[in-house]
């Protein structure tokens, strides 16, 4: 299966650690430029049905603002509980100031 990487947002209207919501194809996905590198992570906690966009990023994690699960920016897999699962994480290219995610599913 091939990649389709599509336009989530520009390289510009990134923060440093400050999570930036899109929506790629139905996919809710938190960009997050940190450490010099741009993660695209799934935007909805695994333990509760929130948004992970609206919490802090600190040490390539992103934090869940409503019980304060963190999730590995790269891998997705949480560091502390209640979260138990891991959230999908998405290949990410930077073209100019385009940056692009891929929202396709490996089967």
Known sequence: M???FVR?????ELEEDT?????LDGTPIS????????FAI???CSHANVSLSE???ED???ECWLHGSSFDLRTGKPSGLPATRPV???PVKIEGDDVLVSVTQES
């Open 2 to 4: 091939t990649s389709t």
């Open 8 to 12: 989530a947002c520009g390289l510009s």
């Open 19 to 23: 999570p930036k919501r899109v929506e």
């Open 31 to 38: 960009v997050v430029k940190t450490e010099g590198e741009v």
């Open 42 to 44: 799934h935007d909805i």
């Open 55 to 57: 919490g802090e990023v």
């Open 60 to 62: 390539c994690q992103i």
């Open 88 to 90: 999908p994480v998405y």
